[in-house]
């Protein structure tokens, strides 16, 4: 149990980093060499540096806070590894006033090193068609 709240908590912290733009925090609880697919090309990042060097190509300027929650997370550990998944309901408003809304699926892949849960995968996918 306390190893299912650990990863609860790092992977809600991931999200509100997410949410509120702290985007040099994002990424604090990954392992530098993580491998991340997102819904954007190129789709597949191979380490942290990688991912964060694209967020600027993509990343949405929105008017006040940006929706980013995290909804039925479950989570299976072991001693060493464990694995994470759930919806993330994201939207917002776009300077122009637009609004968006999307539903996307996460799964997160963790080790943990020296007593500390890192995530070495996450996988972002929208379903196709939405």
Known sequence: MKDETAIRTLIEQWAENTRSGALDRVLDGHAADAVIYDVLPPVQYIGTAAYRQSWDDWQ?????????????????????????????????????????????????????????????HQHISMPHGA
């Open 60 to 120: 949405p300027q929105t008017q006040g806070e940006l929706r980013f929650e995290v909804q039925g997370l479950r989570i299976h550990a072991g001693e060493q590894v464990a694995f994470a998944y759930g919806l993330i309901h994201c939207g917002g408003t776009l300077q122009g006033g637009n609004t968006f809304e999307d539903w996307v699926r996460a799964t997160f892949c963790l080790e943990q090193h020296d007593g500390q849960w890192r995530i070495t």
